[in-house]
């Protein structure tokens, strides 16, 4: 009974998933919601207490898939400037999969939604900052190597890169993908984004 449970969750974070995709700049309602669904909307509430919860839980998916997999690379790789690279790469990829997850990450879809949950998107990408910061700090220690413009403007500036990339990609109604141009971008940048100490 619980599993029939957690798969109509899934179902209806998919289909809100799609529909934020779909829509570009609409706002999500709960009717149109169960429709797309497919129950009642008293269903909906039936597994979601809220539309807030329902965000969230496309928020958890998503911190849960990008800090999953930034564990990984830091404890797989070694080198810095490839952790940052797959690190960047990994964020522009999964926004370039799950284009409706971006009006969530630009904040797009939460206008009008409980404050709450944009607070938890700053958040996540203080996460990615943070994470940054810790790959450059470690990079002096066993690599000999520190940022050219200092650990926290570095982290800063890759933030602002992914950040705007993704942001692009809403603008452009998901035309101009986040991962377009990154590997001849990232190669530019990697040649001056360290120094030797």
């Known amino acids: 009974m619980s599993n029939k449970k957690s798969d109509r969750r899934t179902q209806i974070l998919q289909a809100l998933a799609q529909m934020l995709e779909s829509s570009p700049g609409a706002r999500i309602t709960t009717a149109a919601l169960a429709k797309q669904v497919g129950v009642s909307e008293a269903a909906l509430y039936r597994h979601f207490p809220s539309k807030a919860k329902m965000f969230e839980g496309l928020i958890e998916f998503i911190e849960e898939s990008l800090f999953t997999r930034i564990h990984?690379?830091?404890?797989?790789?070694?080198?810095?400037?490839?952790?940052?690279?797959?690190?960047?790469?990994?964020?522009?990829?999964?926004?370039?999969?799950?284009?409706?997850?971006?009006?969530?990450?630009?904040?797009?879809?939460?206008?009008?939604?409980?404050?709450?949950?944009?607070?938890?998107?700053?958040?996540?990408?203080?996460?990615?900052?943070?994470?940054?910061?810790?790959?450059?700090?470690?990079?002096?220690?066993?690599?000999?190597?520190?940022?050219?413009?200092g650990v926290a403007p570095c982290a800063n500036f890759l933030l602002a890169i992914i950040e705007g990339k993704i942001r692009h990609y809403v603008r452009s109604e998901f035309k101009v993908k986040p991962t377009e141009a990154w590997t001849e971008q990232w190669s530019a940048l990697a040649k001056t984004l360290m120094l030797n100490r």
């Open 72 to 149: 990984r690379i830091v404890q797989d790789e070694s080198d810095v400037l490839i952790r940052i690279e797959m690190i960047v790469t990994l964020v522009l990829g999964f926004s370039t999969q799950n284009p409706g997850m971006c009006r969530l990450l630009t904040a797009d879809a939460l206008a009008g939604e409980t404050e709450r949950l944009r607070v938890r998107i700053a958040q996540l990408f203080d996460r990615i900052e943070t994470q940054l910061k810790q790959v450059m700090r470690e990079a002096d220690l066993k690599q000999g190597l520190r940022p050219v413009m």
